[in-house]
């Protein structure tokens, strides 16, 4: 795709353009691969991503509004993430290294105690390498318990997908609960979310996992990086992902196949739609096919 304007207007419509004229007019097998359009810049001055005029995606209003709602699944996995940071610092900052110790592996009716698979992540990233939690010295259970988040270097913010100026900048921890836990975040909007950057990069549902458990969203109060896999949360946002790796199959006003999928900015991530739709368009355009890809 090509950018005809400072702000960036016109990149899908001479994208679907030129694969309109590849494919119904010359009779190419092309296929265009497209991102999904955020709610934000639709409902705002810019407006959608189908195209314009002759050169559209269709149909229009389903391509802009949710289409199969991905976007909304980013949108919850990011927030369970971040619910998680805030309710780990509001646990630790309340209760002893044994309580802590014994919410993560509780014991079942005959006393014994397990580590869950995704513990053992955590575990050799402490260079702790014993199975069994009943073995664990006590310095082992605080470094395993204990993330020790430093509120301070907490880079991951909530996330909407709607432009909402109001809510860039927030104020949390301000309950009866949560005494002393106060600190300032803020909403991005959705697609600047580092999963919208990782389902575009991502070339399997095995590698989206593995993305996505190292993804950093902070620091220790020694400065030690602190993952989303430390947190325990990994596999749970692979879940909401799961049908978010699927493109979906459009097409143009010319009926050429459309692959919609992810949505990346290109101020702050790559700007591109993703790899799973290249890898599946270029699969089936063959050799002498042509796949073209909205970038920017």
């Known amino acids: 795709g090509i ?8 990149k899908s419509t001479t994208t679907v353009g ?4 590849l494919g119904a007019f010359l009779d190419k097998k092309v296929v265009t691969c497209l991102r999904q359009p955020s709610q934000g810049p639709t409902f705002g001055i810019k407006g959608g991503a189908a195209g314009g ?15 199969t709602g991905d976007i909304h699944a980013i949108t919850a996995a990011n927030n369970l993430l971040a619910a998680a940071i805030d309710t ?16 993560l592996c509780p014991a079942n009716k005959e006393g014994k105690r397990h580590f869950a698979d995704i513990m053992f992540r955590r575990l050799t990233k402490l260079g702790v390498s ?6 664990l010295t006590p310095d082992e259970i605080r470094r395993f318990a204990r993330l020790d988040i430093d509120p301070e270097s907490i880079t991951w913010r909530r996330v909407m997908d709607v432009n909402d100026r109001f809510l860039r900048k ?3 921890g301000q309950g009866p609960e949560e005494k002393g836990m106060v600190r300032e975040t803020g909403f991005d909007i959705s697609v ?11 070339t399997s549902l095995a590698d989206m996992r593995e993305r996505l458990g190292r993804m950093v969203i902070g620091n220790s109060k020694s400065g030690e990086p602190i993952t989303a896999d430390d947190l325990g949360v990994g596999g749970a946002l692979t879940v909401l992902m799961k049908d978010a790796i699927h493109p ?12 919609v999928h992810a949505g990346p900015f290109a101020n702050i991530a790559h700007g591109n739609s993703s790899i799973v739709a290249d890898k599946i368009a270029l699969k089936l355009v063959g050799k002498g096919g042509f796949v073209v890809t909205e970038a920017g």
Do not use: W
């Open 130 to 135: 014993k199975t069994d939690p009943n073995e």
């Open 248 to 259: 979906t199959l459009m097409q143009t006003l010319e009926g050429t196949p459309v692959l």
């Open 18 to 21: 030129l694969c309109q004229a």
């Open 3 to 10: 950018t005809p304007t400072p702000l960036g207007e016109g």
């Open 170 to 172: 927030i104020t949390v």
């Open 53 to 67: 005029g002759y050169s559209q995606v269709i149909p229009m209003d389903e391509f802009n509004l949710h289409l």
């Open 192 to 202: 600047a979310s580092e999963i919208m950057a990782v389902l575009a990069l991502t």
């Open 88 to 103: 780990r610092i509001f646990h630790e900052n309340s209760q002893s290294d044994k309580a802590l110790f014994n919410r």
